[in-house]
């Protein structure tokens, strides 16, 4: 069954924790959308059981090939014995990986830059137009043999956002906070930055004070605070709740008592001590 819809209705999070829940596998096709419904140029991934396993801009499965010469990490001449030596339904990767033409980190160089940068620039876009076709066959030459959940690529894509002139509007306000998403939240490997700001904003502190106690501009904290809202591991606290939850932290205050009460009190204790004597 073919899913399609766009990501003003249902997220790229959300899509991509769907793909990793029900273990999909095919090619999820995903256009961004600009003035009058535009579309951008396409992007393609494909998934294994959930597991992302590639990503490109073209259909001829050529691209890791390109990226490949444009590193210089395969020689031109060397290019044509090695894909005809490559074993059908064998990712191109892991082949150059058997035949020691690449290292593994290498490797792991070069998913990045296959899946990051295409997530990175969908996840800046107003609106994405997406179709996932089940069972699709598999580009073996843009494969590089590493994997990677599917839940696991919003949030590193959202860190390598370095112009978020399209999502300013959508920052956190800093006299906000945040609280911790309820529910089935999804499992993210969280930065040093991401968990101390995640801690600060459980103690009911807004995201101004947050920054200050970080000692960190306050519009990386948005940034930080953006990214955990996006992915669904927190939820944005407007100021009116902040204020109560704080409120409701603070001891009572004591009893106030009048001076009249106190007036009479030591009228009645002077009476009882001439009394008693």
């Keep these: 069954m073919l899913l399609q819809g766009r990501t003003s209705e249902f997220?790229?999070?959300?899509?991509?924790?769907?793909?990793?829940?029900?273990q999909q596998t095919g090619r999820l096709s995903l256009k961004a959308l600009s003035g009058r419904d535009l579309e951008g140029s396409p992007h393609y991934l494909w998934f294994e059981e959930g597991n992302l396993v590639a990503a490109s801009q073209r259909l001829d499965g050529m691209g890791l090939l390109q990226l490949l010469q444009r590193r210089s990490l395969?020689?031109?001449?060397?290019?044509?014995?090695?894909?005809?030596?490559?074993?059908?339904?064998v990712a191109l990767g892991q082949f150059l990986?058997?035949?020691?033409?690449?290292?593994?980190?290498?490797?792991?160089?070069?998913?990045?830059?296959?899946t990051l940068?295409?997530?990175?620039?969908l996840l800046q876009a107003s609106d994405v137009r997406f179709a996932f076709y089940p069972a699709y066959p598999f580009p073996y030459w843009e494969m590089t043999g590493v994997k990677i959940r599917a839940?696991?690529?919003?949030?590193p894509s959202l860190r390598m956002i370095k112009i978020w002139d399209a999502l300013t509007e959508k920052l956190p306000r800093l006299d906000s906070g945040l609280t911790?998403?309820?529910?089935?939240?999804?499992?993210?490997?969280?930065?040093?930055?991401?968990?101390?700001v995640l801690r600060l904003a459980a103690a009911n502190h807004s995201l101004t004070e947050i920054a200050a106690a970080m000692k960190l501009p306050e519009r990386d904290v948005q940034k930080i605070g953006f990214c955990l809202i996006f992915v669904g591991v927190a939820n944005e606290l407007p100021l009116i709740h902040l204020a109560k939850a704080d409120k409701q932290t603070q001891p009572p205050a004591p009893a106030q008592v009048?001076?009249?009460?106190?007036?009479?009190?030591?009228?009645?204790?002077q009476q009882k001590s001439t009394y008693l004597r």
């Design 11 to 22: 997220s790229l999070p959300e899509l991509f924790k769907f793909l990793n829940d029900s």
């Design 74 to 89: 395969l020689q031109s001449s060397l290019l044509p014995r090695l894909l005809r030596q490559c074993p059908p339904k």
């Design 97 to 114: 990986l058997e035949r020691s033409v690449l290292t593994a980190r290498q490797l792991q160089s070069l998913f990045a830059s296959q």
């Design 117 to 121: 940068q295409n997530t990175c620039t």
């Design 151 to 155: 839940t696991d690529i919003a949030l």
């Design 180 to 196: 911790p998403a309820r529910g089935q939240v999804p499992h993210y490997r969280l930065n040093s930055k991401e968990k101390w």
């Design 258 to 269: 009048s001076p009249a009460f106190l007036g009479k009190l030591s009228h009645y204790l």
